[in-house]
């Protein structure tokens, strides 16, 4: 991860860059099975353009100490697109080894959490990034399934964030879904505590390797 990032001191001022190092940081309450988690992260890593411009809005969506990114959209999922390379258990396991992943599953409640940070040399294409990678589950939910990801920046007082259920991902908008949002919270508080309350002393590397492998 630090490496692909190092390279966006090169790309154009168009997408969001600020002189000053940043970051972005995601966390994830998610209900799902092990068979369904097994085949995500087996699964190549779906591309950011696999959305329209429509469905990524609401990450850029002008508010209170947000920049109006929605100009910048299509330069930042072209250059999300030219980052992704092999599935996400690789592209986890990288953020894993660099010490910037928290992910813990409980098989018996089948709740998992999950905690990743980055930095955002560019603010627009890591948080695509980011959210790319956490809504490529929502393909392989069950019946039953859901989610809740929540991204926070250091540029932005505002979370943002996206609900995850079987083949659908969306971001909430912060006024019309209010009540959405408050559901989500509560579910996320039950499913996080059943995941990091499990016996669980592995790293996050070993608990992917666990999930792949078994």
């Given at each position: 991860m630090r490496q692909m990032l190092s390279t966006l001191g090169l790309l154009p001022c168009v997408l969001g860059g600020h002189p000053v190092s940043e970051?972005?940081?995601l966390t994830a309450a998610i209900a799902v099975a092990k068979p369904c988690l097994r085949a995500y992260l087996r699964a190549p890593v779906k591309p950011a353009s696999g959305w329209s411009q429509e469905q990524w809005a609401g990450i850029a969506a002008p508010g209170p100490g947000r920049a109006p990114?929605?100009?910048?959209?299509?330069?930042?999922?072209?250059?999300?697109?030219?980052?992704?390379?092999?599935?996400?258990?690789?592209?986890?396991?990288?953020l894993a080894h660099d010490d910037e992943l928290m992910f813990r599953f409980d098989e018996a409640s089948g709740s998992l959490a999950i905690d990743l940070s980055c930095r955002a040399d560019?603010?627009?294409?890591?948080?695509?990034?980011?959210f790319t990678v956490l809504r490529g589950i929502a393909e392989f939910m069950a019946d039953g399934d859901h989610g809740i990801v929540t991204a926070t920046t250091d540029w932005n007082e505002d979370s943002i964030l996206m609900r995850l259920a079987p083949k659908h991902a969306a971001f909430l908008d912060?006024?019309?879904?209010?009540?959405?949002?408050?559901?989500a919270r509560n579910r996320e508080i039950d499913i996080r505590s059943a995941a990091c309350d499990?016996?669980?002393?592995?790293?996050?590397?070993?608990?992917?390797?666990?999930?792949?492998?078994?």
């Open positions: 970051s972005v940081f990114y929605l100009d910048e959209l299509p330069a930042a999922i072209e250059e999300c697109d030219r980052w992704i390379d092999g599935d996400y258990a690789t592209v986890l396991r990288e560019f603010r627009l294409p890591t948080l695509v990034w980011a912060s006024d019309g879904d209010a009540r959405a949002r408050a559901e499990a016996d669980q002393a592995d790293s996050a590397a070993e608990t992917i390797d666990w999930l792949i492998d078994d």
